[in-house]
């Protein structure tokens, strides 16, 4: 009964992945320029604060003039 369960669920995984394409992996999309310096202030600083705030926004400008990219 289990080899049968197995072969079932084998069978169902296979089928269902066939039909997905490349562009179905591509699940999230590249962040905007604001979310993506926000996380890396984040990532560094731990938080927002007053004290960083003015790094998101400097972040913010380089990605928006393509001098900063973040994928």
Known sequence: MKKV?????????TLSLSSFTNQDLLIFEAPT???GARALVIMTDGQINLSNHRRVLAYTRACEAGELTFN
């Open 33 to 35: 320029c604001f979310e």
């Open 5 to 13: 369960f197995s072969i079932i669920a084998l069978s169902a995984m």
